[in-house]
């Protein structure tokens, strides 16, 4: 027996939907990781990627458990001394409601050389309404 290693010309991508209200950020998250790695695939290979695209709307209605609201904090700096920058997860959601997926998403992906284009899978909207339903997704329950 031999070990299946999937090729580049096999590719066959999928496109799924999921709503980010029917569950938390992190569990979310981890569902929208393994899509973009193709880990739930049969033909998955480390070295290759054979992830699908996700969708993700309602990133507006953003769930999350206890305080995490007010507590957990993103920070950026400006690179000039006392240029930390920090935002409560209830003010990046009101900024720019798609900033908190893909924080979470990118945190549960391998920072490897394939991250980047894993990434660019990934597309968020703040309300229910997509540009991609001419792909016709599946829907991620």
Do not use: C
Request: glycine share 6%.
């Amino acid at each position: 027996m031999k070990t299946y290693s999937q090729k580049s010309s096999e590719i066959a991508r999928e496109w799924w939907v999921i709503d980010a209200s029917t569950m938390p950020l992190g569990k979310l998250a981890v569902v929208i990781a393994d899509k973009l790695m193709g880990k739930s695939k049969v033909t998955y290979t480390p070295h290759i990627d054979n992830g699908d695209y996700v969708v993700v709307t309602n990133a507006k209605n953003l769930v999350v458990t206890g305080d995490k609201m007010l507590q957990k904090m993103y920070y950026r700096h400006s690179g000039y001394p006392g240029g930390l920058k920090e935002l409560r997860l209830e003010e990046v959601i009101e900024k720019d409601a798609t900033r908190a997926i893909r924080e979470a998403v990118k945190g549960m992906l391998p920072k490897n050389k394939l991250a980047a284009e894993r990434m660019k899978r990934l597309r968020v909207f703040e309300t229910k309404e997509h540009a991609h339903t001419a792909q016709n997704p599946k829907e991620i329950k």
